[in-house]
């Protein structure tokens, strides 16, 4: 009716609604539910899971999940068919928004995999090659990896990997996130002249055949958008602008970025660092996810918590509380997360050599 103005919703009360009935759903369930949350998870979603941390430490825990039947994975798609493909199977395993992607895994893809591989073979013995496949990848990927003897690797385990990986092997074929694995690899004490980035949409990757015969990393052309929006302006402003403030940074961000920052770690690394490091008055600049930062800065108002720049991963916002709270209370026809069992079996070899180099 013209002229009447209705009162408008408030999220903070629908917010403040779904994780009521989230709660009594999870009471309803007991120990035959469990919910996983990444840390880059929204603040009222990841207030709801019973386990949180990064894709490592929840894969993990999906892996050793003793009691719990139903496992509800609040995170992106690459990390939930993980989670399936570890749980046993008993367990099912079920997806808020199946939506949540991640661009960085379609910047790699088993065509293209398949033919860099085959290219690779013409310079090196790639029996000698060990793929490694970023967790932030398709199935299929982890599967490819998994059935050459190659390992999947995160941001808080890849020292490990790569001491892994040259235990068996000449080189490391690294995919699909250059910036991870040049960090890695720089830590590690690799020459330059030794890592290449293979570029899967030019022949050979770009590369010439000394360049390939020479490398000891070779790096696939992918990258995630949230963290390349960093930069050494940016460290060095809000140096400016907080003196005495410390920068940690994802190592997913460009070298520079890492090189110019106090610290660079995962997300398990950082939330760590606030958490258990940091003490009150305490300043810290982040340059990751901005709601895992936020997240953090309420947590923790007494130390400054800030964002190198706002940088927001829209997939890992698409799962709500609302979406949570609809998958728990529709959880006996909720599709699960089924994924294909040829490509279960030697994935799971890769996420198995994972879980055995300890974040």
């Known amino acids: ?9 408030r999220v903070e009360d629908d917010e403040a609604r779904n994780i009521e009935r989230i709660r009594e759903l999870k009471a309803e369930y007991g120990d ?4 996983l949350a990444h840390h880059y998870q929204r603040l009222g979603v990841h207030a709801c899971g019973d386990i ?10 999906a892996a050793n999940t003793e009691k719990a039947r139903h496992i509800v994975f609040c995170g992106v798609r690459f990390m939930v068919t993980s989670a399936a493909t570890l749980c046993r199977p008993d367990q099912v395993v079920y997806h808020p928004d199946r939506n949540a992607g991640c661009p960085m895994a379609d910047m790699a893809n ?6 860099s591989w085959l290219e690779l073979g013409e310079f090196v013995n ?3 090659v060990v793929p ?8 299929d990927l982890k599967s490819f990896c998994g059935e050459r003897g190659g390992i999947v690797c995160t941001s808080s385990n890849a020292g490990k990997v790569f001491d892994w990986c040259f235990e068996r092997g000449e080189r490391i074929f690294f995919f699909p996130d250059e910036h991870l694995g040049r960090n890695t690899a720089n830590k590690y004490g690799i020459p330059r002249d030794q890592i290449v980035l293979w570029d899967p949409r030019l022949p050979n990757g770009g590369l010439s055949a000394q360049q390939i015969t020479h490398s000891k990393v070779i790096l696939w052309k992918g990258y995630c958008h949230v963290h390349t929006r960093f930069s050494v302006e940016m460290i060095e402003k809000a140096r400016a602008e907080h003196p005495g403030i410390k920068v940690i940074v994802h190592p997913e ?3 520079q970025v890492v090189a110019a920052a106090d610290y660079s770690g995962s997300t398990g690394f950082i939330q760590d660092y606030v958490v258990n490091r940091m003490r009150p008055g305490d300043k810290v600049a982040i340059g990751t996810e901005v709601n895992m930062i936020h997240r953090l800065s309420v947590q923790h108002p007494d130390r400054l918590v800030i964002p190198l720049v706002r940088s927001l991963c829209p997939n890992m916002f698409k799962i709500s509380t609302g979406d949570l709270r609809d998958c728990l209370e529709n959880l006996e026809t909720w599709e699960p997360v089924r994924p294909d069992p040829a490509e279960m079996r030697h994935a799971k ?9 300890a974040g």
């Open 32 to 35: 035959s539910l469990i919910v």
């Open 349 to 357: 070899v890769a996420l198995d050599n994972m879980l055995a180099c």
């Open 1 to 9: 009716m013209a002229g009447v103005m209705q009162s408008p919703i």
């Open 132 to 139: 490694v496949v970023y967790m932030n990848s398709d199935l």
């Open 52 to 61: 949180t941390g990064d894709s490592y430490h929840l894969c993990k825990a």
């Open 126 to 128: 790639t029996a000698r």
């Open 253 to 255: 961000c460009i070298e």
């Open 110 to 115: 088993l065509p293209q995999v398949r033919t």
